[in-house]
């Protein structure tokens, strides 16, 4: 074979070398870019709760726990406050219970439950229609004087619940009970699919970061 045809085949060798391996570097650096940052956002949402215990890092002094697990407490009475302050105070308890108390179906159910019980106690020898006229009697007695029992005895509960009824400390109670792995468990349930498009959205960073370093170092060659 004439030299001058084996330069050229090496120089076409050396040119679909070289194309490739550009090719390659175009699609590798933005990859690697998007396995990156989603593992970084994978590592950043399994640290939220991992580890549950303090873990000593020697020589250093310092301690790596996960950020819930560490402000377990606080964020119980943070959350506490919030219920109490924001969504549900005890006025709204006692308000929510004066609406509902002051229903006609309620007052109907009561009293006629009410008339059933009388009924069944009325003794049998006085006649049917007797004790039908007592029964209604009873029920329209109760009609009338169930919404101001009620009204009365929910005033007597709302001042209870004002006095004593603290849905801070019982919510921060609760939370605190919780054990880690329940909270983990119950957070992930109800915030699942955020933590993915935490996750995911790692991914979509690294990889535009990632083509815009193969952009630069093409600008800059």
Do not use: C
């Not at 004002?162 to 957070?187: F, G, K, P, S």
């Not at 699942?192 to 060659?221: F, P, R």
């Amino acid at each position: 074979m004439h030299p001058e045809a084996g330069f050229a085949t090496l120089d076409s060798n050396f040119r679909k070398g070289s194309e490739v391996s550009r090719l390659l570097e175009v699609v590798i650096i933005p990859l690697v870019g998007a396995l990156i940052g989603w593992i970084t956002n994978v590592l950043a949402v399994k640290m939220l709760f991992r580890p549950y215990t303090p873990i000593a890092v020697p020589l250093t002094g310092l301690e790596i726990q996960g950020l819930i697990p560490k402000r377990h407490k606080e964020l119980a009475k943070l959350i506490g406050q919030v219920v109490e302050k924001e969504l549900l105070s005890a006025e709204d308890i006692i308000k929510e219970l004066k609406e509902r108390v002051g229903k006609d179906e309620m007052v109907v159910s009561i009293s006629s439950l009410i008339q059933k019980r009388v009924m069944a106690k009325i003794p049998n020898f006085l006649p049917v229609s007797v004790r039908t006229v007592m029964g209604e009697l009873v029920r329209d007695m109760a009609n009338k004087e169930i919404p101001s029992m009620m009204e009365h005895l929910l005033d007597q509960v709302g001042d209870t619940i004002r006095e004593e009824v603290r849905l801070a400390v019982i919510v921060e109670d609760r939370i605190n009970r919780l054990d880690l792995h329940q909270l983990e468990e119950l957070v992930l349930s109800v915030a699942s699919k955020e933590l993915k498009h935490i996750e995911y959205l790692g991914a979509i960073l690294g990889l535009l970061i990632g083509g815009l370093q193969v952009v630069l170092m093409k600008l800059t060659n």
